[in-house]
């Protein structure tokens, strides 16, 4: 069938991206679902740093791509061998493929698949298809499994997770990329107990998330730092109980609130002078959690002495250590019941022609999280 689609040309063009234009909005050949995959109609897709990444060419993948990783819509056609989800079905998308038979996934860490990650690598879907192409034959790689800047697309269905039909695509989107990642940063990875403190450096999507998580494990205080103080009120209104715009000074006022440094330090940034600094506004005994993704060429550089005689523990969360199928449904559920306020984090709706202006928003730091919206009904069967 034919779909638009907004395809990722080339990585590293210059912003403004209004103007240098990396995103093109194409009409493409989409195959059928092979074997254990499905064909889903997308709702809603959010645009994430994590697709900036790769625009901006730090986080390097194969071009041309069809870009987005966090969306949600219906199954509309399975392929053969797919017994998990049916026609009809909503769902939300796992950026990470889960093929249930490495050791990352057979110990319980399906974010760590090892077949997942090299499919990601590569461009193509877990059974190596690439099922979008241009008219002339040229295959269309795709992104993270999921390839949600466009009208349809095709998934592994190990990639899919059943949503309630009530809750909005614009909405359950999120569930696939910020809220698992900064909640399960909280909740899985850190384990953060009741009373202990929080930091939080970087307020996007993620960051805003991982406020919303030290709050549902009952972290206090919660402490939101940004360069910029026109995400502080979404913070507040999420939990942060105070708010610090980064700076020179800003480890030294964390650890006067907290008494000599936080309990966990989240670092929602993707930078290793901001990771450097996190690791520095933990006390003793203190945990830094890695969440976002900096440049492969970055480097850290940290007092070696503290991690042993002071018990400070470095540690990554990718996806936020989750198992998709169970924790998204439980954050769904805690959404429904008013403990997860996600709308919050939901800026504006956007469409496939407004996309790079989007991304100039986005890099601008002006939005927390902007939706590519297709079709707003929740109920609609294919």
């Known amino acids: 069938m034919k779909v638009s689609a907004a395809v990722l040309t080339t990585t590293g063009r210059p912003a ?11 009409e493409l050949e989409l195959d059928p679902p092979g074997p254990g ?7 809603a897709a959010g645009l994430c740093h994590s ?3 790769v625009i901006n060419g730090v986080r390097p993948r194969p071009t041309p791509m069809v870009l987005g990783h966090e969306a949600a819509g219906v199954v ?23 093929c249930g038979t490495c050791v990352s996934c057979q110990s319980g860490r399906p974010a760590l698949c090892e077949q997942g990650a090299a499919a990601n690598g590569a461009g193509t879907l877990l059974s190596g298809a690439r099922p979008f192409r241009r008219s002339n034959g040229q295959p269309i790689h795709h992104h993270l499994g999921v390839s949600g800047f466009a009208e349809r697309t095709v998934s592994s269905a190990a990639s899919l997770v059943l949503v309630p039909d009530d809750v909005p695509f614009e909405t359950a989107a999120l569930f696939g990329c910020a809220l698992v990642t900064g909640v399960g940063a909280v909740i899985n990875t850190a384990r953060a107990e ?5 930091v939080v450096f970087g307020l996007g999507g993620v960051g805003l998330s991982v406020v919303m998580g030290a709050r549902l494990a009952g972290c206090h205080p919660i402490i939101a730092v940004d ?10 209104r999420l939990g942060a109980t105070e708010v610090i715009r980064a700076g020179d000074q800003a480890v030294e006022a964390i650890r006067d609130i907290t008494r000599g440094g936080a309990h966990y ?28 993704l900096p440049h492969p060429d970055q480097r850290l550089t940290l007092p070696a002495l503290g991690i042993v005689a002071e018990e400070r523990r470095l540690i990554g969360s990718y996806m936020g250590s989750a198992v998709p199928r169970r924790d998204v449904p439980r954050y769904l559920a805690l ?8 709308d919050e984090l939901h800026s504006r709706d956007v469409r496939l022609a407004e996309l790079n202006a989007a991304f100039d928003a986005l890099a601008s730091g002006d939005v927390v999280r902007q939706t590519l919206l297709f079709e707003r009904s929740t109920t609609i069967r294919p």
Do not use: C, M, N, W
């Open 16 to 26: 403004p991206y209004r103007s240098s234009r990396p995103l093109v909005v194409e």
């Open 194 to 198: 009741p009373g202990s403190s929080a």
């Open 265 to 292: 330090a989240f670092e929602a940034v993707g930078d290793a002078d901001v990771l450097a600094a996190a690791y520095a506004a933990t006390r003793r005994g203190g945990t830094t959690v890695s969440i976002g």
């Open 37 to 43: 995959e499905a064909l889903v109609r997308i709702g």
């Open 335 to 342: 959404y429904q019941a008013g403990l997860l306020p996600v």
């Open 227 to 236: 360069t910029a103080p026109t995400k502080f009120e979404v913070a507040k």
């Open 51 to 53: 697709d900036l990444s």
């Open 76 to 98: 509309e056609e399975v392929g053969p061998e797919v017994t998990t989800v049916r026609p009809g079905d909503h769902v939300v998308f796992s950026f990470v493929p889960v």
